[in-house]
């Protein structure tokens, strides 16, 4: 990777995918698959030495992290929990040989099935597991130990399932503050520290204003709380601990690093959808992909596409369309499928679960697609050398 160029890095079902666009951002080319055709959940990069990380497995592999520090050229694999291919092979030397398996020592066999985000911040690299767990490393995601603080928070033996297990999706930082971190789970909520994971708060608490619509799921908000079913959370830029959320019943934004939330849904075209991803410097200035809803396809409402553009903190939205398929548009845009990168101006990026990854350099202006056919997208990060 060009020490200016940008790389979208995709997670997808069948193995990780780097699309390099170079110092312009234009004449994106596909490299991959990685990572020996894993699930891949998540993959993130460190811009300061270009190291990437991949997480992902399965039922079939166990969980696991794979590292590259030449570009994806190689990767190295610290496999975390077995899989039925290790029990197999366990029992079989034939499909062992074939396999070319032997046996190892896992550090947490059978507790998780699958890593399903990760987060580097302040020197330590982390995941997030289903069903979920956070874990920690301070070698690179060598070795690795879990947070233990979070699983024995008081209200986890009440943790529900959402409609892909209980997982830990999303892990957020403050840039200044190594001990101040936030996770989403799916379907218990928005958990966050400010003691580097000894203790943990759980912050899903409605703001005393009235959301913009009564709900009418089970996963709207009610009893004082916004609903437990995160679907995507980031943090926005600055000193003030603003977050944005797209859960199962609306878009919300907190103040007050998530003690509180208002729902900034009215303007949309559905209270459903997955991603939300925010400017990296203006902290009114965001994005997310409106659904048509949870029992009604989960596709873009009239499979016309748009990507929704707030730029007064969830105000008022702009559906962006320029570029973007307008009819017989049926793909879904999973939880942490879209990203952006910090240049000027922004690009934004998203990937389908029809294989497509679409790319705007204009704040959201307009869109180009950079890629097709790929598998099921998983997960959209930029890495961003310059």
Same mark, same amino acid.
């Given at each position: 990777?060009?020490?200016?160029?940008?790389?979208?890095?995709?997670?997808?079902?069948?193995?990780?995918?780097?699309?390099?666009?170079?110092?312009?951002?234009?004449?994106?080319?596909?490299?991959?698959?990685?990572?020996?055709?894993?699930?891949?959940?998540?993959?993130?990069?460190?811009?300061?030495?270009?190291?990437?990380?991949?997480?992902?497995?399965?039922?079939?592999?166990?969980?696991?992290?794979?590292?590259?520090?030449?570009?994806?050229?190689?990767?190295?694999?610290?496999?975390?929990?077995?899989?039925?291919?290790?029990?197999?092979?366990?029992?079989?030397?034939?499909?062992?040989?074939?396999?070319?398996?032997?046996?190892?020592?896992?550090?947490?066999?059978?507790?998780? !099935?699958?890593?399903?985000?990760?987060?580097?911040?302040?020197?330590?690299?982390?995941?997030?597991?289903?069903?979920?767990?956070?874990?920690?490393?301070?070698?690179?995601?060598?070795?690795?130990?879990?947070?233990?603080?979070?699983?024995?928070?008081?209200?986890?033996?009440?943790?529900?399932?959402?409609? !892909?297990?209980?997982?830990?999706?999303?892990?957020?930082?403050?840039?200044?503050?190594?001990?101040?971190?936030?996770?989403?789970?799916?379907?218990?909520?928005?958990?966050?520290?400010?003691?580097?994971?000894?203790?943990?708060?759980?912050?899903?608490?409605?703001?005393?204003?009235?959301?913009?619509? @009564?709900?009418?799921?089970?996963?709207?908000?009610?009893?004082?709380?916004?609903?437990?079913?995160?679907?995507?959370?980031?943090?926005?830029?600055?000193?003030?601990?603003?977050?944005?959320?797209?859960?199962?019943?609306?878009?919300?934004?907190?103040?007050?690093?998530?003690?509180?939330?208002?729902?900034?849904?009215?303007?949309?075209?559905?209270?459903?959808?997955?991603?939300?991803?925010?400017?990296?410097?203006?902290?009114?200035?965001?994005?997310?992909?409106?659904?048509?809803?949870?029992?009604?396809?989960?596709?873009?409402?009239?499979?016309? !596409?748009?990507?929704?553009?707030?730029?007064?903190?969830? @105000?008022?939205?702009?559906?962006?369309?320029?570029?973007?398929?307008?009819?017989?548009?049926?793909?879904?845009?999973?939880?942490?499928?879209?990203?952006?990168?910090?240049?000027?101006?922004?690009?934004?990026?998203?990937?389908?679960?029809?294989?497509?990854?679409?790319?705007?350099?204009?704040?959201?202006?307009?869109?180009?697609?950079?890629?097709?056919?790929?598998?099921?997208?998983?997960?959209?990060?930029?890495?961003?050398?310059?």
């Amino acid at each position: 990777m060009s020490q200016d160029a940008v790389t979208i890095l995709v997670g997808t079902t069948k193995g990780a995918f780097l699309i390099a666009g170079g110092p312009d951002r234009q004449g994106w080319t596909v490299k991959g698959p990685f990572c020996d055709g894993w699930p891949i959940n998540h993959i993130i990069g460190d811009p300061a030495t270009g190291v990437l990380w991949a997480g992902g497995g399965g039922e079939w592999q166990g969980a696991g992290i794979w590292r590259s520090e030449d570009d994806g050229a190689t990767w190295q694999l610290a496999k975390l929990t077995k899989g039925t291919v290790d029990d197999w092979a366990a029992k079989d030397p034939q499909f062992a040989a074939m396999m070319n398996w032997t046996y190892q020592p896992l550090p947490f066999a059978d507790q998780f !099935a699958q890593i399903w985000s990760l987060g580097y911040a302040h020197g330590t690299l982390y995941a997030g597991t289903k069903p979920a767990r956070l874990l920690s490393s301070q070698d690179g995601g060598k070795t690795w130990q879990e947070v233990q603080g979070l699983r024995d928070h008081p209200s986890s033996g009440s943790w529900n399932p959402g409609g !892909a297990g209980l997982v830990l999706h999303t892990i957020l930082f403050d840039p200044a503050d190594a001990d101040k971190i936030w996770v989403g789970i799916s379907a218990a909520g928005v958990f966050a520290t400010e003691d580097g994971g000894s203790s943990w708060d759980r912050r899903n608490r409605l703001s005393n204003t009235q959301p913009s619509a @009564e709900p009418t799921h089970p996963a709207g908000p009610r009893d004082g709380e916004i609903g437990h079913c995160v679907h995507n959370m980031t943090r926005a830029p600055g000193t003030a601990d603003v977050l944005y959320q797209q859960n199962h019943y609306g878009v919300w934004r907190s103040a007050d690093g998530g003690r509180s939330w208002d729902d900034i849904t009215r303007g949309l075209p559905s209270t459903f959808g997955f991603p939300v991803c925010v400017h990296p410097r203006d902290p009114d200035t965001l994005w997310t992909i409106p659904l048509n809803g949870d029992m009604a396809g989960r596709f873009p409402p009239d499979a016309a !596409a748009a990507v929704w553009r707030s730029r007064d903190g969830g @105000e008022t939205w702009q559906a962006m369309r320029e570029g973007l398929p307008q009819t017989a548009c049926y793909f879904t845009v999973l939880r942490q499928a879209m990203a952006r990168d910090e240049r000027k101006p922004v690009g934004v990026y998203f990937g389908t679960n029809s294989g497509s990854v679409f790319a705007s350099i204009d704040d959201g202006d307009s869109w180009q697609e950079v890629a097709r056919h790929l598998p099921t997208i998983l997960s959209i990060e930029a890495l961003d050398r310059r």
